[in-house]
Structures are given as structure tokens and as C-alpha cells.
């Protein structure tokens, strides 16, 4: 039959068979992509990874430092290394180990590539200077002390455009929004969530919050006024742990599992809840699926706890709308996962993503990678990014301005500079350093101090102009 439409039409022969292979392999260039971990050298071994099994990444990466949390003896403690600092790390090499309980998550600050949160089971949350180079002795003073949850803290996520804004999640069932700067909680979120908060995280432009929850719904939230925007009940059947995290065009990608306890994957669109718009049934593995999405590549990378492998899709807007494309695997389970911003990956080698696998007494960097043979700078994979530079200040908004993420380009690489607003915050840090560690009270009073200066530059202003209209009056 073939042979026979081939002498008929040739041409449309070949239009069948072109049609027939994109029916069996969808086009993307993002089909081939591999994992790779580094070699032995390039890996940070001997480290004594928490214990702890809180479901967090208990690791977090930036292009300077990886963090890792450690057991420690009478309190918590995480360990901050210099990225070039790989192999056998020393016994007696310095903690960060201010928290009087285990440390259960970490997060680096997006905009400032030395400043490092972590949350405790001491119901504290902390900010940290890490020095250019690394600790040289343990770091037990933290810049900031922020204070008001009433049970351990197990989530943090820091705003993605406004300056030190930072959201901290607790096991009280309160979200609050934290101004570093002045060590405030301008907003709490206290009475929406009935039970244990599984995940929170915002959305790109960090004009909503969305949340998972034990009640087995998934809540959209306006951060500033605290009330729901829309939720979802029961996004997966099962009664153990949903993640949910924001990805293309403003949808939101769950997981989570089945009420015969099999792992799943689902993709909604806010604006219609009611049914999902594909759900797909992965395994029967019992760890709960950590997701990270890349929002320049449509990339998804699925990681379990007790995994031994990384599964990536690309997200589309055509059905089935979550495409598999391939795994990475290994002999090691996973402890834990770091996940590398755009701006820290060398783009001379076509890397579209780097995670820091946790396993064993090791940090092993693996590498995600598009085979190509060109060694010119590849457009396609590195659009513009996200950068360090911050959009708003943290009080313009609160106040309700929003603003939208900087992006740069990665044609030349990125290099790490420190920028003035680095500046404006240390020094606005190091103001309240004593009164936020000691005095947590009185950093209100300076916050309070803040308005009032504010206000007087707008008196002054009005007076100025109205002596200016009476001098024209009489002239």
C-alpha cells in the first residue's frame, strides 16, 4: 500500500509520513535534554545533612554559596559554602548556629546574593551576612531576628520584585509577611488555614500567594489584604501532602496523590477550578513530590524525597499540556534539593538547569543539559531572566505598588556585583541590629520614628508651596 501511494503521489507521501511522526514524537527542543552529575571532585562530601523529616528542600543555592542544613547538638545549624569550595569539607569547618532548635528551612534572598533566612523549631525566623569568601568562624548573631509565629517555622519564601519582603509559613497555621528591614510583620494570615500549611510560594510578579494545605485545599490569597481570590478543594484524592507551585501563564501545577496512594502530577487555570486540565498518574512512590518550575524554559523538574531520580516535562498549551521529557537517575536516594537561579548556570555549555542533591553525607551538583554542537550563545534556551535588581521597595509595597520582575540577559554570563540598594539595606540592617536581636519592640519605634520623619518632609513640602503662591499673590 505504501509502495503503491509512493508511485501515485509522492508528495503526499511524504506530507503522511511527516504527520504520522509528529503524531508519535511531539517537536520540542527541549526532547533530548540530559542529566549528568559532576565528577567526584566537584561534589561537597562529608557534610552531616539534617536528620530532620520535615518535608523541606533542606538545601538552597545562589550564584555565590550553597547552604545545606546539619545536624547540630544542642540547637540547629546549616552550613554555607563558597561554591569553588567542593570536596571533603572539614569537620570543624564553621556553622551558621544561632537557632536554639533544628533549623527545618533555608532561602536565600533573590536580591542579594549574601543574604541567607532560615526558620526553626525555636519559632524564630533569622536573617544572615554571609562575608564574600565564606565563614571563617561559626556565625551565631543573626542581622535580623523576626519574631511572632508561635510554632516552628517550616516555610520561608522571599518576595521576587520587593525589596526585603519576606514570607514565612508556621506549624500555628499563620502565614505572615515580613519588612526585614525594620524586623515588622506588616501582614498576618492568621485565620484562613485550618490545618498544617504544606507549601506556599508566590507567583511571578509576587501579586499573589498560593498555598496548599492539610484541609486539602489550594487557596490563591492577595497578599496584602489576606483573603482568597479563589481555592480548590480536594486537587488530589489522597490524603498525603500537595505541593503547588505557579507556571506558564498564570496556571498552577499540583501534585500530590491518588486515593490508592499512587503519586500524580496536575495542571488548573485559576480562572476555572472546577476540573483539571490533565492529571497523570506517575508511581506508587511514597515521598512527596517536590516541584521547581523554570519560567524561561516551561520546564518542570519533579524531585522526590527518598527518590532516586529527577523527572523533567515542558509545560504547553497543548494538550496534554504536561509533556514528559525524560529522567535523571542515579543509585543515591534524595535527602534533599537545591535548585540554581537562570543567572548562576554557564551558558557556554548549553546548562538549562543545576540542582545540589543531598544524599548519604554529600552535596552532588547535577547538571541539566541541551546537546548542541554550536558553541555560540544559544538564543533560544537564555531569553531574558530574572535578575537580582529589586522592582519596589518593601514599604511602596505594602503600600500597593507592584512591580514587575528586571530582567537581563546572560549573551556575556552573569557576574555577581554588589548594588547600591545592597547598601541602603545593610546599613538600614545594621541600625536595627541590636533592637531586632535584644530589643525585638523597639524596632517598631523606629519603623514609627520612619513615618513620622515621612510626614514632616510632607508638611514642609505643603507649607513650601504655599508660601511660594502668597509671594505671587503680592508681587
Known amino acids: 500500500m505504501q509502495r503503491h501511494l509512493f508511485h501515485q503521489n509522492p508528495d503526499q507521501f511524504t506530507y503522511l509520513q511527516t504527520t504520522m511522526a509528529k503524531q508519535v ?131 520561608l519564601s522571599w518576595h521576587p520584585t520587593a525589596h526585603n519582603v519576606l514570607l514565612s509559613a508556621a506549624c500555628d497555621n499563620v502565614v505572615i509577611l515580613w519588612n526585614v528591614v525594620c524586623g515588622e510583620a506588616v501582614v498576618r494570615i492568621e485565620s484562613l488555614h485550618p490545618d498544617l500549611i504544606y507549601s506556599a510560594c508566590w507567583n511571578l510578579d509576587g501579586s499573589q500567594i498560593l498555598t496548599s494545605c492539610k484541609d486539602k485545599m489550594v487557596r490563591i490569597l492577595d497578599p496584602r489584604k489576606g483573603t482568597v481570590i479563589a481555592e480548590k478543594e480536594k486537587p488530589h484524592e489522597g490524603s498525603r501532602p500537595v505541593r503547588a507551585v505557579y507556571v506558564s501563564d498564570g496556571k498552577i501545577l499540583t501534585t500530590g496523590f491518588s486515593r490508592m496512594s499512587e503519586r500524580q502530577v496536575a495542571l488548573w487555570d485559576p480562572k476555572n477550578f472546577g476540573e483539571s486540565l490533565t492529571l497523570q498518574e506517575l508511581d506508587t512512590s511514597s515521598g512527596v513530590l517536590l516541584p521547581f518550575f523554570d519560567p524561561d524554559t516551561s520546564i518542570v523538574y519533579l524531585c522526590g524525597k527518598g527518590d532516586c531520580s529527577i523527572r523533567y516535562f515542558e509545560v504547553t498549551d497543548e494538550a496534554p499540556y504536561v509533556h514528559y521529557l525524560s529522567m535523571y537517575s542515579s543509585k543515591e536516594s534524595q535527602k534533599g534539593m537545591g535548585y540554581m537561579p537562570k543567572r548562576g548556570l554557564e551558558v557556554n555549555k548549553c546548562e538549562i538547569a543545576r540542582f545540589y542533591k543531598l544524599h548519604e553525607r554529600k552535596c552532588e551538583p547535577i547538571v541539566m543539559t541541551v546537546p548542541r554542537k554550536s558553541d555560540l550563545f544559544q538564543e533560544d534556551l537564555y531569553p531574558d531572566t530574572i535578575g537580582p535588581e529589586p522592582s519596589v521597595e518593601a514599604s511602596d509595597w505594602f503600600s500597593g505598588k507592584e512591580g514587575k520582575p528586571i530582567l537581563i540577559s546572560l549573551k556575556d554570563g552573569f557576574v555577581a556585583t554588589k548594588t547600591k540598594e545592597f547598601k541602603v539595606h545593610k546599613s538600614l540592617m545594621s541600625t536595627t541590629t541590636a533592637t531586632s536581636v535584644h530589643q525585638h519592640g523597639d524596632s517598631t519605634e523606629v519603623n514609627c520614628l520612619q513615618e513620622e520623619l515621612r510626614k514632616l518632609k510632607v508638611a514642609v513640602e505643603q507649607l513650601t508651596k504655599r508660601v511660594e503662591s502668597l509671594e505671587t499673590k503680592n508681587s
Open 25 to 155: 514524537v511531539r517537536a520540542s527542543k527541549f526532547r533530548h535534554v540530559f542529566g549528568q552529575a559532576v565528577k567526584a571532585d566537584q561534589c561537597y562530601d562529608d557534610i552531616r545533612i539534617s536528620q530532620m523529616t520535615w518535608d523541606s528542600n533542606f538545601c538552597s543555592v545562589n550564584p555565590k554559596f550553597v547552604a545545606v542544613i546539619v545536624d547540630a547538638s544542642g540547637g540547629g545549624a546549616f552550613m554555607v559554602l563558597p561554591l569553588n569550595k567542593s570536596g571533603r569539607i572539614d569537620k570543624s569547618y564553621p556553622t551558621v548556629c544561632g537557632h536554639t532548635g533544628p533549623v527545618l528551612d533555608i532561602e536565600w534572598c533573590p536580591h542579594n546574593d549574601n543574604i541567607i533566612a532560615s526558620g526553626s523549631e525555636d519559632c524564630s525566623v533569622m536573617i544572615w551576612e554571609i562575608p564574600d569568601g565564606g565563614l571563617i568562624k561559626p556565625l551565631t548573631e543573626p542581622v535580623v531576628m523576626l519574631e511572632g509565629h508561635s510554632k516552628r517555622v517550616g516555610i
